[in-house]
């Protein structure tokens, strides 16, 4: 097998309470990656469709994620020297969302490039590499993008030193919506914003919440998946860069979403549902709230995807 | 029926990164309660066994609790004027030991109030009531006790307003270890000693083994339990009030505890084990660790108590 074609889904990081540890994949939008593999020593990114990424490939999260896989995979395998890669992205998730864009890079081709090389990796360590691209990409190698990209479904990333990272049980009725307003949030200025001490009494409201809605998960019991989607912490700061945040969510709740909040770091907010029809409606609520204002924005529907990053054989 | 006994469970509180949140019943020790209707108004304690608590009724805890469910109780059912309780305590579990000994009392009784008065309110209503008889102890009307006291295995506290609790599904393998060391901490004293602002660092990690320690119970894996037992904001301060604190919780997850931390506020200190055999050897290194020290101490070794607060007929 010498070429794969990838879908690397785009994700939602900072599930609400869950700030910095749950995320989650979605079915779309996602990324298509083609990756080749070639003799020729070295990666060559040949062509980027749907938007414009950095052409400095150290700067090109793609290209540092593969070129971090390829350094361990050497390390591990010393006579293979000769092994290089050419990738063509069709970037379907917008840079600057919200929705772990340079996570699906990343996860993409370290994911294609195991499976081009007969698995000599397991999904931890690919999620390591892949941490190196989002290292570029945000200035933090975090995982909680990657991770539910690779492993597909909700993940929670426990600790970071060592990596522990698991896939939560996750209802099968639960349903996106996400709306991505076209304006620029740049997660190092997203962080910058934030407090660096928290009061104690709200850690502890934040981290009951986040018990709750790791067991709502596992008990299917949207109502506690509901009352536990609620941050009290980081919200109520990053919630002023988004247009009309506050006027979104509570009709979005109104017209039955569980609940839902920031994106990542933004400008993208995610509602959670229970069941397709509930999730459409919303998304058509989000389009309503924001068609009057003077911001273009994209919306989407979906499901959780439970597969994480899936790929095709092309060759 | 006009008398019943009530056997009402010792309880772990702050269960490491469950903070304020997450409590557990356990089988032993647990104190007995006779307690009997009586045509004639008012709460009697006619008996108190195995320890001095306040005479003042009014600084009694279960006396507070059953008056507080009495109250809500008449306002009810308005015609029922003429109702009163006799009560006799056998305390087993020591008060300010930290597993939950006033929770018991308080817990005790409305339960057991309840059964003679043909079950009226709900479990959530008795905790309620219940947490009546914690603020006359500690200052807090806290519910991590009395919650696993009435409602059995791990609970979780997600809110107070409202008051919002759900029991974990816990693995039956279960055990804890429990060592009291006879020295007094009071609650509000523990209380006091703790920042009011914390890290977000700290926070994050803080809530990563939160989750992870409820998927851990909810997914059965001891090696996820083990490794989220991690409290890194309270115990690095509440610890230097116990005796040999990080000795013994090193020399316990040598021979094979998943982890632990301080039940309650202290003194008393807990271990987890994957089953009894673990959970006594964990037990036995307890009493290794204290007995060179100048400090009485009890040790107890007990399974989760699945069913919580129970009661025999006996009139």
Same mark, same amino acid.
């Given at each position: ?79 293979? *020297? ?10 379907? =998730? $917008? !840079?600057?969302?919200? +929705?772990?864009? &340079?996570? %699906? ?6 994911y294609g490039a195991n499976i081009l090389l007969g698995n000599p990796f397991t999904n931890i360590q690919l999620i390591r590499f892949a941490m190196e691209g989002e290292r570029v990409a945000s200035g933090t190698a975090h995982a909680d993008n990657v991770a539910p990209a690779i492993m597909g479904g909700v993940t929670l990333v ?8 698991? *896939? ?10 996400? =709306? $991505? !307003?076209?304006?620029? +949030?740049?997660? &190092?200025? %997203? ?61 979005? *709740? ?12 933004? !400008? ?48």
């Amino acid at each position: 097998m010498k070429g794969i074609k990838i879908f690397s889904p785009a994700t939602v990081a900072n599930l609400a309470c869950g700030f910095d540890v749950i995320g989650l994949a979605l079915d779309f939008p996602k990324d298509e990656i083609f990756l080749y593999k070639s003799n020729k020593p070295g990666i060559r990114i040949n062509k980027i469709h749907g938007t414009s990424l950095p052409n400095d490939p150290k700067k090109n999260v793609a290209f540092v994620a593969l070129q971090f896989f390829l350094k361990k995979f050497q390390q591990k395998f010393e006579n293979e *020297k000769k092994i290089g890669f050419e990738i063509e992205l069709i970037k379907n =998730i $917008h !840079p600057g969302s919200g +929705i772990g864009s &340079s996570a %699906a890079s990343a996860a993409g081709v370290v994911y294609g490039a195991n499976i081009l090389l007969g698995n000599p990796f397991t999904n931890i360590q690919l999620i390591r590499f892949a941490m190196e691209g989002e290292r570029v990409a945000s200035g933090t190698a975090h995982a909680d993008n990657v991770a539910p990209a690779i492993m597909g479904g909700v993940t929670l990333v426990r600790s970071y030193k060592p990596l522990d990272i698991t *896939k939560l049980h996750t209802p099968n009725k639960l349903w996106v919506s996400i =709306i $991505h !307003p076209q304006i620029e +949030i740049k997660t &190092s200025d %997203a962080r910058e914003i934030l407090k660096q001490k928290i009061l104690m009494t709200d850690a502890i409201i934040q981290w009951g919440n986040i018990g709750a809605l790791v067991a709502g998960l596992y008990q299917e019991d949207y109502g506690l998946i509901s009352r536990s989607l609620e941050d009290v912490i980081v919200e109520p700061i990053r919630s002023m860069l988004i247009p009309a945040f506050y006027e979104l969510k509570m009709k979005c *709740k109104e017209i039955g979403a569980l609940g839902g909040g920031i994106s990542g770091s933004g !400008p993208s907010v995610f509602m959670l549902s229970k069941g397709t029809h509930i999730a459409k409606k919303v998304t058509e609520v989000m389009n309503h709230v924001y068609s009057p204002l003077k911001v273009d924005y994209k919306t989407y529907t979906s499901p959780i995807n439970q597969q994480g990053v899936q790929w095709a054989k092309i060759l």
